[in-house]
């Protein structure tokens, strides 16, 4: 990590694990004897903490989204364990769990659906602080002022407008003040730019990380760029099929990727400098279905280096190199 080794760990999962029933009808839920699971999430081990942003890359349908409403209790684990500052909240209910969803929060992809178009600023960020039944009028209004000014949209500007009025990017900085509204441990931020303007992307970015900093908050940020993980990110794991094939340090894994998948992730990012030279590196296939996991590595089917033990024998994850691990028999 680039600061705070010894921060408390706020959130980790072990071992967790999310399926998905796949039966195509009634009929074939009623009668079928072999009932058919998506295996989106499938033993993911990742710890997430305070003041760090941890990132979690790959391609689409490869279960980072999974992971994250999984996390935040939005899907129902199938098996492992989460833990929240320590004590597990993979089973609890009620009050419980919904006092653990007001400290743990998350900030959808598209900022253009996930904000209730009739809501002006103030009451979308008003919002949860209802729902939860948190203070009268006056400290409502006072902290609905401090998460806009830490997205950096003056209340006093923004606090009567609609969605309809604002950019792309500031509907994305009205999302972030509803979830920092409740003033959160931990923060889900799924694909927070990735609808956004090439040009404003930066800008989101740069504020998770300060805020990370600054209130001491938790982020996972899941992304499908690799490129963008570099700039705000501690440490990143590389999912592949529900499984996080490399894990380590952000500068280790952009710069000595071990795993072939993350090699091929990085070939693809655009070089700005057009005199580079680039070895050309391929990647035949397509990402295999849930519903069909190959035996042994589940990236053999695309994987140039893979052999027989490759395609029968799934590997572990082991750490070749200080505190940077890989799922592969390459090592």
Wanted: net charge negative; with cysteine.
């Amino acid at each position: 990590m680039k600061e705070g080794d010894a921060d408390e760990i706020i959130v980790e999962a072990l071992d967790l694990k999310t399926h998905f029933s796949a039966n195509s009808g009634l009929l074939q839920a009623i009668f079928s004897a072999n009932k058919q699971a998506v295996r989106a999430l499938d033993g993911v081990n990742i710890s997430i903490r305070e003041r760090s942003v941890t990132g979690l890359v790959g391609e689409s349908g490869c279960g980072k989204s999974t992971f994250g409403m999984t996390l935040v209790r939005m899907h129902e684990p199938t098996s492992g364990e989460i833990k929240f500052a320590g004590k597990p909240v993979t089973h609890i209910t009620g009050a419980e769990l919904k006092n653990y969803r007001g400290r743990a929060q998350i900030i959808f992809q598209d900022p253009y659906s996930s904000l209730n178009p009739r809501l002006t600023v103030g009451q979308l960020v008003e919002e949860p602080l209802l729902i939860h039944k948190i203070g009268d009028d006056a400290e409502r209004a006072e902290k609905i002022a401090r998460a806009l000014g830490h997205v950096r949209l003056p209340a006093q500007e923004y606090l009567h407008r609609y969605p309809s009025d604002l950019s792309g990017g500031q509907r994305q900085r009205v999302a972030i003040a509803r979830a920092l509204v409740m003033e959160p441990s931990f923060i889900v931020a799924d694909e927070p730019v990735s609808m956004l303007d090439v040009s404003v992307q930066a800008g989101v970015l740069e504020l998770l990380e300060t805020l990370s900093r600054q209130l001491g908050l938790a982020v996972l940020y899941i992304s499908h760029d690799i490129a963008t993980v570099g700039y705000i990110c501690d440490r990143v794991g590389v999912m592949y099929l529900g499984k996080v094939v490399e894990e380590g340090p952000t500068l280790s894994v952009l710069n000595e990727p071990l795993h072939p998948y993350s090699e091929r992730l990085l070939a693809a990012i655009p070089k700005v400098d057009t005199n580079a030279t680039r070895n050309r590196v391929e990647m035949s296939g397509e990402v295999p279905s849930p519903l069909n996991v190959p035996p042994g590595c589940r990236f053999s089917t695309r994987c140039p280096h893979a052999t027989d033990l490759c395609r029968t024998k799934e590997p572990e994850l082991v750490e070749v190199k200080p505190d940077h691990s890989v799922r592969c028999h390459l090592y």
